[in-house]
């Protein structure tokens, strides 16, 4: 199911709000988009996620298909907020939506990425992990051993999206170095943010 929202969801804001540490920036594949969603939401499982435009560039003609058919009419295409629920209709509103010219952000449930795509077809991904391992509990983040799920989809974010940039799929490639640079910069965000992290709680009253 795909439908209008009359205001912009918590998890955008949130997302606008506090952008995620681990990014990387893949140019457009619009030769290659229903490969590229298949890849990304299969390895990412998703529920429903949800789109608002920063920007429309051109009259969104895609967009506009993709609604008529399911009744869905809209005054204002240069500014909207939409909702996908499924898997199937997140691919069809995500495959419209960037074959666009159109600067959006989405953010999918459960939100284990985001997107932020601009007209110059270009999109940043963003990966939570290292906020994700810290503010699980309220100790140190070593304090609690990570459970075998948050492990395991872990490391398949780090070595899927590490694999997609060294080799250059459906992005510019980059060095083996500037990739490392960025993990190891993940993980000193992670370490000062748990440092940072236990007197704020403390002084939020956190428990």
């Not at 009359?6 to 540490?21: E, K, L």
């Not at 030769?31 to 390895?43: D, E, P």
């Not at 240069?78 to 960037?98: I, K, P, Q, R, S």
């Amino acid at each position: 199911m795909i439908e209008l929202l009359t205001a912009v969801p918590s998890q955008i804001r949130q997302f606008r709000a506090n952008v995620w540490n681990f990014q990387a920036t893949l140019v457009t594949p619009r030769n290659a988009m229903k490969r590229f969603l298949a890849v990304v939401l299969g390895t990412f499982p998703v529920l429903e996620g949800s789109i608002t435009t920063n920007q429309v560039v051109f009259e969104p003609d895609h967009v506009v298909e993709l609604l008529n058919p399911r009744g869905i009419f809209h005054e204002n295409l240069w500014e909207f907020t939409m909702n996908a629920t499924g898997v199937e209709d997140v691919t069809a509103l995500l495959d419209a939506t960037l074959n666009d010219w159109i600067d959006f952000t989405f953010v999918p449930t459960p939100a284990s990425f985001a997107i932020y795509a601009d007209h110059d077809e270009y999109l940043i991904v963003f990966g939570s992990q290292a906020t994700a391992y810290v503010i699980r509990v309220r100790q140190h983040m070593w304090g609690l051993r990570p459970s075998l799920i948050l492990v395991l989809s872990s490391l398949a974010d780090v070595l899927i999206i590490s694999m997609m940039a060294i080799r250059g799929i459906a992005m510019t490639p980059l060095a083996i170095w500037v990739v490392v640079c960025e993990f190891a910069a993940a993980i000193v965000f992670g370490l000062v943010l748990d440092v940072v992290k236990i007197p704020i709680f403390a002084r939020l009253r956190i428990s």
